[in-house]
């Protein structure tokens, strides 16, 4: 038995936990006589109903005792985050070595931890593996994972990698498919690189693991101006991303004859590059890669022309916003925007901020700065409130990633800044404001957007 087991940060009060007596501070080491690692194994091992408990108090008194869950009732412990493993790679694109010198040190940590893409949808390369890991997957389940191909060919990726070292991932791959652990894959496209034959030959290989490999998305290289001891590589241009567009269209029509599924999803990223319309919902089977880019302002567009259609006819006092993006983005919101302005006693102003902390082909609006917001910002008119995404924030505060404030910037500007979920209904309803949404009817609760596939 593995003796550091995990920490109780909390326990639910009235639950199970409780009861039995454990407390913040205790350390439980172990459920049904199994060690417990970390929050999965705990999520693994209480899934019964007769549960017993090993733990160790606060006062590293070792107690035991039996509880019973009734149906779907959970323990009640709150954990302690493990310890995220690092990545050792060097990827010829890594973007925390492309961040500008001076950056906080949270900002520098590369993770590479299976546990973090099946709880979060972090994406691996899988470098890291034990046989250990892969045994704990399987008999876990550990499903869906998201893993970084980029290259199936091994030197080629090796060398993407920037670690000589690396594993082969096919095996990798075949032994997880084997077990019917079901993995979406995405490849970093670097023109030149890993594209052309290379890209097909990759794609062909993952598609040899459908249905265990259910997706492969393709995504450009993004190349900040801070590339100091990099290899050069050159940015996706607007034609190149339509050619890209092309070629897995293709792909697109023979799997889908062939597998039932597209498979190959280019990011929202490469048609906008490209200035090419998005594909219809249908085309995204589901849109279970939203969160990594693909198929996201597909998503925003068909929730927005939904709750679009609802618009009161006027505020009932006059309201004047200004709503920030990046440059990325504009296309899709600026016609969001310009319908909002239809509705009487509403002003909009879309602030398109360029990213000049990063500079080179970022401008995705998650990667602003609170400073070149503000200096987009300082010399105009904001009306009363500021919007802003919240992608643009830390998860757990509402700092930028140059560790300005939401509430600094809001004094350097002057105007109250309202952080806004980046959706549709998120920026629609702070637009409006408390005195536009009682004068409308969202007609489609959170998380239900009918599909129109």
């Keep these: 038995m593995r003796a550091e087991g995990v920490l109780v940060a909390a326990v639910v009060p009235g639950s199970p936990a409780e009861a039995a007596g454990l407390r913040p501070g205790d350390r439980l080491l172990a459920v049904n006589n199994a060690a417990v690692r970390d929050v999965i194994d705990l999520r693994f091992q209480s899934a019964e109903e007769s549960l017993r408990l090993t733990w160790r108090d606060a006062e590293g008194k070792e107690r035991r005792t039996a509880i019973a869950l009734a149906p779907g009732e959970g323990l009640g412990v709150e954990e302690t985050p493990f310890t995220i493993r690092a990545c050792s790679n060097r990827c010829i694109f890594c973007f925390v070595h492309q961040n500008p010198k001076g950056m906080r040190r949270g900002l520098s940590f590369k993770d590479e931890d299976y546990r973090m893409s099946f709880l979060a949808g972090h994406y691996i390369t899988m470098t890291n593996l034990t046989e250990a890991d892969l045994d704990r997957i399987v008999t876990q389940r550990l499903s869906p994972l998201y893993i970084s191909v980029h290259a199936t060919e091994g030197a080629l990726r090796n060398r993407i990698l920037g670690n000589p070292h690396a594993p082969d991932p096919l095996p990798q791959l075949r032994r997880l498919a084997a077990s019917r652990i079901t993995l979406h894959c995405q490849v970093v496209v670097c023109p030149g690189i ?149 509705v009487g006693a509403l002003r909009v102003d879309a602030a398109v901020v360029p990213n000049t ?49 939401l509430e600094g910037l809001a004094a350097a500007l002057g105007v109250p800044a309202l952080k806004v979920p980046a959706t549709a209904r998120g920026l629609i309803r702070a637009a409006l404001g408390s005195g536009g949404t009682g004068a409308w009817r969202d007609p489609t609760p959170p998380g239900r957007i009918p599909s129109d596939r």
């Design 194 to 342: 890993n594209d052309g034959p290379h890209l097909a030959r990759t794609v062909a290989d993952l598609a040899d693991l459908h249905p265990a490999v259910a997706s492969v998305a393709l995504v450009p290289v993004g190349l900040t101006a801070h590339r100091e001891g990099l290899p050069s590589l050159p940015p996706p241009t607007p034609a190149y991303a339509r050619d890209l567009i092309a070629t897995a269209a293709g792909w697109q029509r023979a799997y889908r004859r062939r597998l039932r599924t597209r498979l190959v999803f280019p990011s929202d990223e490469f048609f906008l590059l490209a200035g090419l319309p998005v594909p219809g919902a249908g085309t995204y089977e589901g849109f279970p890669l939203r969160e990594n880019g693909v198929g996201m302002v597909r998503h925003f567009l068909r929730e927005a022309g939904r709750l679009l259609c609802r618009l009161p006819a006027a505020l009932p006092v006059p309201r004047h916003v200004t709503a920030v993006t990046g440059e990325l983005a504009a296309p899709v919101l600026v016609p969001v925007i310009e319908r909002l302005n239809g």
């Design 357 to 405: 902390f990063y500079g080179g082909s970022i401008s995705a609006a998650g990667l602003l700065t609170g400073g070149d917001i503000l200096k987009a910002l300082k010399s105009r008119y904001l009306g009363e409130v500021i919007l802003l995404p919240e992608v643009c924030f830390r998860h757990d505060r509402d700092v930028f990633l140059d560790d300005l404030s």
